[in-house]
């Protein structure tokens, strides 16, 4: 059998535009991705247009479901670096410029530091990237030192908690991770691009892991004592994957 190559039609119903491929499957199905604004639907060349169009119908609750919950899902992009790029601190967004050294100067690149609302980013042509990240991320765990102190403080007298170390790292899928046996706490410094209470939160997360290990109605209880909003908090940070 040969597969006619028949342009995709574009059909819309009650608002939401469907993307149609005729295909040589047996069953219809259809993809929602939150990056697209057509649903993609793939189509038995024998199935009827109105039966087609009355599947859809009954999907629209379902996918406008899942559109509403994107809608409110948040997702840090990895910067590209450019000049004029928004580069977030604490909800707060810098613009990024970038200060080219030339190959002469002594100065070590590639160098991040913030200078009255804009992020400078000192490079020479060969920095690469990744590079460029790394610095970035340097410049975060700095920030992240700063303005720690008092957070731990805070939380430390309101749980009569005690821990042994503070790692700063970057991590892919985690905000903040605590081993209760040994009393290490690690935290993503990734925090630095969410608002203000994502870090008040996430440390007041993991120091509770120190007394309630299981994210269990007592650990919760402890969350509600100190933070009563920090289910409002972790509903609003961006996704990690
Ligand atoms: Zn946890």
Same mark, same amino acid.
């Given at each position: 059998m040969i597969d006619l190559d028949i342009p995709p039609q574009v059909v819309v119903v009650e608002g939401h535009s469907f993307l149609i491929r005729r295909k040589r499957v047996r069953t219809l199905s259809f993809r929602v991705r939150p990056e697209e604004e057509s649903v993609r639907v793939s189509v038995p060349w024998l199935m009827s247009e109105q039966r087609v169009l009355e599947f859809l119908r009954d999907q629209i609750p379902w996918i406008e479901r899942a559109r509403q919950r994107w809608k409110g899902l948040k997702v840090l992009r990895p910067p590209r670096f450019e000049a004029g790029e928004e580069i977030l &601190?604490?909800? =707060? /967004? &810098?613009?990024?410029?970038?200060?080219?050294?030339p190959?002469?100067?002594?100065?070590? +690149?590639?160098?991040?530091a913030r200078a009255d609302g804009e992020l400078r980013l000192s490079v020479r042509a060969r920095d690469s990237k990744r590079a460029c990240a790394h610095a970035?991320? !340097?410049w975060y765990r700095d920030e992240l030192k700063k303005i720690l102190s008092p957070i731990? =403080?805070? @939380?430390?007298? %309101?749980?009569?908690? !005690? @821990? +042994? %170390? /503070?790692?700063?790292?970057? $991590?892919? +899928?985690? @905000?903040?991770?605590?081993?209760?046996l040994t009393g290490r706490i690690t935290l993503n410094i990734e925090l630095m691009r969410c608002d203000p209470g994502a870090l008040e939160y996430v440390v007041l997360h993991e120091l509770a892991h120190l007394i309630?290990?299981?994210?269990?109605a007592r650990f919760r209880a402890i969350l509600s004592q100190n933070l009563p909003e920090w289910r409002e908090i972790e509903k609003? $940070?961006?996704v990690l994957r």
């Open positions: &601190l604490r909800g =707060e /967004i &810098l613009k990024l410029a970038l200060d080219r050294v190959p002469s100067s002594p100065v070590r +690149t590639p160098r991040a970035l991320d !340097e731990l =403080e805070k @939380w430390r007298a %309101a749980l009569g908690v !005690e @821990w +042994t %170390a /503070i790692d700063l790292k970057r $991590m892919k +899928t985690r @905000w903040g991770s605590c081993q209760p309630e290990r299981g994210h269990n609003a $940070m961006p």
